[in-house]
């Protein structure tokens, strides 16, 4: 078959590789009709995030069509069934499952001693992710192996397209958990970093949720402007200052909720200093992240506050402002998605019209082109968003 494969830094291509077989009895596999370029799989092309191999087939957002599955699935999946990958595999067994903290699946992380050394603990198997979190071959092909497939799927209406229901497998359910992490009152306004697709996400959830006024933060103006067709008020912090226009917007109090949907890689700018000496310190492997969102939102934070993380970081880093946390009272809540807690009501939501995630997607091209793809959406170029690939 087909798939996207990582061979290194910035070194993505489309081989040709052997097709998935059954190897677990709980074990499905399905022919991808649609995928996705995550912000995510920027970190991999970056090679930022270690313990990647070359030879490893990317991809986390996946839906299609059961061709096979495992003696042990029993029923739950047959074939025929149309589904969405959810990127975190889950058990359904372990006490993590049954508290509904997926992400952090106890058991489907087939390489645990490794993320234990680097976390203290291994979180759940991701697809066409890094060895710390199992290595398992991605989405970004023409087939998938799916562990675990009698919990780890989403079953959806045959009465929506594949573009309306994909991003159940990703960042509708990671924006959404965002917002719900915020605990919005309707007094509320929400500050979104980041205007990427789980930004996005992040504002439309915030604004279904009845926040009094939603911000967003970036300084691409089309992301922007999706954003504002959205229902948020821009800022672009080449233009303006972020601190200032949140300050002003909310007579001095500060946004209630911050969402940092931007993540491990906030552009270098000398506008942001603190940017320019993260960037100096990952060099000399002094530091992992840019932790610059961090930060202001911890300035800028109304006390009492809420900072909700969707956004990914790695590792270890500096001048986390632990004394604007604490004096102000702030609550941190952050994760990779518990993608399954929240798709029946979001399905619910898309085939009531309340949201259709489709908006995002401004590229559908060909799996073949999909190497060339993660450049322009790297780079922004031909205003890139979402890109869709038709396996
Ligand atoms: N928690 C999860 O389960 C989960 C799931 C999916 C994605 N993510 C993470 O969410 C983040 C966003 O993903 P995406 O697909 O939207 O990525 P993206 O790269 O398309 O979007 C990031 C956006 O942030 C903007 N940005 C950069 N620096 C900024 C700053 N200082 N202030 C405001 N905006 C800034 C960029 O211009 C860009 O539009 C990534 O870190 C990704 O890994 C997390
Ligand atoms: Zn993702
Ligand atoms: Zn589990």
């Known amino acids: 078959m087909r798939a996207l494969v990582w061979h290194g830094k910035e070194d993505i291509r489309c081989d040709t590789v052997t097709d998935p077989e059954i190897e677990d009895p709980r074990d499905a596999i399905i022919k991808v009709t649609s995928c996705a370029i995550c912000g995510s799989d920027l970190h991999l092309f970056h090679n930022m995030i270690p313990a990647m191999l070359p030879g490893d087939i990317m991809g986390h957002e996946t839906?299609?069509?059961?061709?096979?599955?495992?003696?042990?699935?029993?029923?739950?999946?047959?074939?025929?069934?149309?589904?969405?990958?959810?990127?975190?595999?889950?058990?359904?067994?372990?006490?993590?499952?049954?508290?509904?903290?997926?992400?952090?699946?106890?058991?489907?992380?087939?390489?645990?001693?490794?993320?234990?050394?680097?976390?203290?603990?291994?979180?759940?198997?991701?697809?066409?992710?890094?060895?710390?979190?199992?290595?398992?071959?991605?989405?970004?092909?023409?087939?998938?192996?799916?562990?675990?497939?009698?919990?780890?799927?989403?079953?959806?209406?045959?009465?929506?397209?594949?573009?309306?229901?994909?991003?159940?497998?990703?960042?509708?359910?990671?924006?959404?958990?965002?917002?719900?992490?915020?605990?919005?009152?309707p007094s509320d306004i929400v500050a979104v970093w980041g205007c990427g697709p789980v930004g996005q996400m992040a504002i439309?959830?915030?604004?279904?949720?009845?926040?009094?006024?939603?911000?967003?933060?970036?300084?691409?103006?089309?992301?922007?402007?999706?954003?504002?067709?959205?229902?948020a008020t821009p800022i672009n912090f080449l233009e303006e200052s972020v601190i200032g226009r949140l300050n002003e917007l909310t007579d001095g109090k500060g946004p209630d909720k911050c969402i940092d949907a931007v993540g491990t890689e906030s552009h270098v700018s000398f506008s942001q200093p603190d940017t320019v000496l993260d960037r100096a310190k990952q060099m000399m492997m002094l530091e992992n992240d840019r932790p610059h969102v961090l930060r202001e939102m911890a300035y800028v934070c109304r006390p009492a506050g809420i900072l909700s993380i969707p956004g990914v970081y790695l590792g270890l880093d500096d001048k986390i402002p632990m004394g604007h946390i604490m004096n102000k009272g702030l609550t941190i809540r952050t994760g990779q998605t518990h993608v399954n807690r929240w798709t029946g009501d979001l399905i619910a939501r898309i085939e009531d019209g309340q949201i259709d995630p489709s908006f995002v997607i401004t590229h559908t091209v060909d799996l073949e082109d999909g190497p060339e793809m993660y450049k322009v959406f790297r780079d922004k170029q031909d205003s890139c968003i979402k890109v869709v690939l038709k396996a």
Request: proline share 4%.
């Open 204 to 231: 439309r959830s915030a604004v279904l949720l009845g926040a009094k006024q939603v911000v967003a933060i970036d300084c691409l103006p089309e992301r922007l402007s999706m954003a504002q067709a959205g229902g």
């Open 63 to 185: 839906m299609g069509e059961v061709v096979e599955v495992g003696k042990g699935v029993k029923g739950k999946l047959k074939k025929g069934d149309r589904i969405v990958v959810p990127f975190t595999i889950w058990c359904g067994e372990c006490e993590q499952c049954k508290r509904a903290n997926f992400s952090c699946c106890e058991r489907s992380n087939r390489k645990k001693e490794l993320a234990e050394k680097v976390f203290g603990h291994a979180m759940a198997g991701l697809f066409g992710y890094t060895h710390l979190t199992g290595g398992y071959p991605g989405g970004q092909a023409e087939y998938l192996r799916v562990p675990f497939a009698d919990t780890t799927h989403i079953k959806v209406p045959d009465s929506l397209t594949d573009e309306q229901l994909l991003f159940l497998s990703d960042i509708l359910p990671t924006g959404w958990q965002a917002a719900v992490a915020c605990d919005i009152e």
